[in-house]
């Protein structure tokens, strides 16, 4: 059971560049989530869907696009990266929100220079 | 302002002792509160979920405990040993409105000498 599968594992962006985080799960759970986690922080949440085709914004959108056209797949696009895009980035999916554990991705590790 | 604090960036005990992290939150009634452990390199792992009508509950060493009143959730991990050493994240639902919403405190470092 491969859980929550997140590529590429590292990227480096020049700044202005865009690209796309991909994520996706095989256990068939309608929650999906975004995070970033800066050095020696918590995470902060980027956006979330609660389904195919309905997403909404976290503490930390601006930047950032989303779309869920299945329930497998969530991917995360960033348009035109800046330094303080530089981060790590956490997929994460749960059965029920926030009455069910998450169970996360290990993560993307962006640089924008 | 809405805000999530986790007692202390770091947190040095001796191996056998019992760690207690704390969790505060302001201007959230959370239907449910996690703890993840995180590990270097790595994504979290859950531990724990209380409910908000719930005080108590245990898994093994880890206790979590759940004060609405206080606005605070304590975790405790008995009889610690080297290999519990990691960063601790307290997680809420900010309530009932959004109870698919999840958002995290910064997380304590927790470091277990021998």
């Known amino acids: 059971n491969a859980g929550v599968t997140q590529t590429p594992k590292f990227r480096i962006l020049k700044i202005g560049q865009s690209m796309t985080l991909q994520c996706a799960q095989d256990?068939?759970?309608?929650?999906m989530y975004w995070y970033r986690q800066d050095p020696g922080m918590g995470l902060k949440l980027i956006y979330y869907s609660v389904g195919a085709g309905i997403t909404d914004k976290g503490e930390v959108p601006n930047g950032y696009n989303v779309s869920r056209s299945t329930t497998e797949d969530f991917p995360l696009r960033l348009e035109l990266a800046a330094p303080s895009q530089t981060s790590v980035y956490f997929c994460?999916?749960?059965?029920?929100?926030?009455?069910?554990?998450?169970?996360f991705g290990n993560g993307t590790r962006l640089t924008v220079t | 302002s809405q805000k999530i604090e986790q007692n202390s960036e770091a947190l040095n005990i001796q191996e056998g002792k019992t760690a207690t992290l704390t969790c505060n939150y302001t201007n959230y009634s959370p239907a449910y509160l996690q703890w993840y452990r995180q590990d270097p390199g790595r994504g979290p792992v859950f531990l724990l979920l209380i409910r908000e009508n719930e005080k108590e509950k245990r898994k093994e060493r880890l206790k979590v405990t759940f004060d609405t009143t206080l606005k605070q959730s304590l975790f405790h991990i008995t009889a610690s040993q080297p290999a519990d050493s990691a960063t601790y994240l307290c997680?809420?639902?900010?309530?009932?409105?959004?109870?698919?919403?999840?958002?995290f405190g910064s997380g304590t470092r927790l470091s277990i000498r021998p």
């Open positions: 256990m068939n759970h309608n929650y």
């Open positions: 997680a809420l639902a900010p309530g009932y409105s959004s109870a698919s919403k999840i958002i």
């Open positions: 994460a999916s749960s059965r029920t929100g926030g009455n069910s554990p998450l169970h």
